[in-house]
């Protein structure tokens, strides 16, 4: 029976590969020789896999725990495992599946909804590895990085309107709430600012020295705003650990809005309060700096002390968001910025929905990773807005402490 082409190409192949191992000398050469060619893969021939054997996980959590978890038995304390109320979980799975990626036509053969964003906010709220998240709740690591994604997508599409600037109806509410009645407050307040660090793991390969902090550590700056109530009303992150607060202010969206429509964020002669790292002006007042000789006077000295019990509202948020999301702690092992500010932006959207679903977060941790402010810098200020802002410094000094 004569041969086909195909087959006399690979008896071509045979016979040439048997000359070529007898004119080897060495039997070494020859062994080796054959084990190569017998281990080549043809090109007609299908590439065989061997059987995948999958690491061992439990799923026994979704099944034997989750479900009697809620928020009255302490014993099966919903918030211990996810740092939020069942209830502000439940209010996620109705605001979420409208979004694409939990739509059920958007991924096949999709994991239940509430796993996957169980798995998420169990990765934002504990310092867990993948392994480890792999053992606990029963999800490959590969799965854990995929769910991250599409949460963070959905949140920042579906929820971005929680950090609003308060409105004109909001206004009097925030004043009120930044100046109680009876108390020797400052007037017209309707936020604090602040800086934070946020540690990472990996910083960008370009200019990563300028992510090392004067604590000694990777970090991106985190610049908020908050109201009375410590809701997020801007939010700025990403630059280097080693940038000043007043640079990182200079960089931001707020800063270029603020400075061009200042009436439009300030309406009716309202401010906000900066320690003295960031520049006084007109709708930033910052306390008064210790003189290099003498003191400050009576009034002055007052004044920076209702200013720094105002200004407490940025710190105690910052506190309670690391408290919550304690991923913000730990150094995030995220390799790309864009994703380390996407969790950030996530991580206060959700601190803002906890208090719009009243679940208080009480247990606020000891932040040490505040952007330090004892080293003034010399940033350029406008001449004019700088007496505008003294102006109306010393009249609020006069007006409340002077009399």
Not at 88 to 105: A, D, G, V
Not at 371 to 376: E, H, K, L, R, Y
Request: charged letters at 25%.
């Amino acid at each position: 029976m004569p041969l086909n082409q195909k087959e006399k190409t690979i008896l071509s192949a045979i016979i040439t590969t048997i000359q070529t191992v007898a004119s080897m000398q060495n039997v070494n050469d020859q062994l080796l020789f054959t084990t190569i060619i017998l281990t080549m893969q043809k090109d007609d021939e299908k590439f065989v896999r061997t059987e995948r054997i999958p690491r061992p996980k439990s799923i026994g959590f979704w099944t034997e725990i989750f479900p009697y978890l809620g928020d009255s038995d302490p014993r099966y304390n919903f918030k211990y495992h996810f740092r939020i109320k069942r209830t502000t979980f439940n209010r996620l799975i109705e605001i979420l599946p409208e979004h694409e990626n939990y739509r059920p036509s958007a991924f096949k053969n999709q994991i239940p909804m509430h796993i996957q964003l169980g798995v998420v906010l169990h990765r934002l709220a504990n310092p867990m590895s993948y392994r480890q998240l792999e053992l606990f709740l029963g999800v490959s690591v590969g799965s854990v990085a995929n769910f991250t994604r599409r949460f963070i997508q959905a949140v920042l599409d579906s929820l971005k309107y929680i950090i609003r600037w308060p409105s004109d109806i909001d206004l009097q509410s925030v004043m009120d709430g930044f100046a109680p009645v009876g108390l020797k407050r400052l007037p017209n307040v309707i936020g604090a600012i602040d800086g934070s660090h946020i540690p990472i793991k990996q910083p960008p390969t370009v200019h990563h020295k300028r992510y090392i902090n004067r604590k000694n550590f990777h970090s991106v700056v985190l610049m908020a705003i908050v109201d009375d109530t410590e809701k997020f009303t801007y939010v700025y992150s990403g630059q280097p650990g080693s940038m000043h607060d007043a640079r990182v202010l200079r960089q931001s969206s707020f800063w270029r809005d603020a400075i061009n429509t200042p009436s439009k964020h300030f309406p009716n002669d309202s401010y906000i309060l900066g320690d003295s790292a960031f520049p006084l002006l007109p709708w930033l007042l910052t306390p008064f700096k210790e003189p290099i000789s003498g003191r400050l006077s009576r009034a002055q000295a007052e004044y920076n002390k209702s200013h720094s019990s105002a200004r407490m509202a940025v710190e105690r948020a910052f506190g309670k968001l690391k408290g919550r999301w304690r991923i913000l702690n730990n150094s995030m092992d995220f390799t790309d910025l864009e994703t380390i500010v996407d969790v950030i932006d996530v991580c206060c959207i959700l601190h803002n929905l906890c208090i719009n679903c009243d679940d208080l977060w009480e247990q606020c941790e000891e932040d040490e990773t505040f952007v330090c402010a004892s080293t003034d810098i010399c940033i350029e200020n406008d001449a004019r807005l700088l007496m505008q802002a003294r102006e109306k410094r010393n009249r609020l000094v006069h007006q409340l402490f002077e009399q």
